[in-house]
């Protein structure tokens, strides 16, 4: 299974820098001398991105409804139908498959109606509003 990139950068005077202080977070929490391997990402926003998976994060932590956000976000795709079927040699569905959200599969106008349809899932599901997580603050 694919893992979510660790943290955003950008790259600019000179260096890569985190995007959002949750990405700070996130690398200072990496053992000093790992190694990355960078792809650049399309024009997608990154700051939505990283405030989607904050926001998850805290909702996590406050809750301990899921054991990571990683989970979580599989229960947002899963349950607002994000899923693809397996088939096996004969047609036959076998499985289901959750979709990707990664850069590459998903374009900001399609992030936004994912974002919006899970804000709204975990409104009626956990009775928690994305609109008051925001890093930095208890929920």
Do not use: C
């Not at 960078?38 to 809750?63: C, D, E, F």
């Amino acid at each position: 299974m694919a893992k979510r990139p660790i943290a955003s950068v950008i790259w600019k005077g000179g260096r890569l820098s985190p995007l959002t202080h949750w990405d700070a977070e996130l690398l200072n929490e990496e053992a000093a001398g790992t190694e990355y391997r960078l792809t650049r990402v399309s024009p997608r926003s990154t700051p939505h991105n990283g405030m989607y998976w904050a926001q998850l994060g805290l909702i996590v932590k406050a809750t301990e409804a899921f054991p990571t956000a990683d989970n979580m976000h599989d229960w947002v795709k899963a349950k607002l139908g994000y899923v693809e079927p397996v088939m096996d040699h004969a047609g036959k569905v076998i499985a289901m498959k959750l979709e990707s959200t990664a850069f590459d599969k998903m374009d900001q106008k399609d992030f936004n109606v994912f974002y919006e349809k899970a804000a709204r899932l975990i409104l009626e599901e956990m009775g928690i509003d994305l609109a008051d997580v925001v890093p930095g603050f208890a929920i």
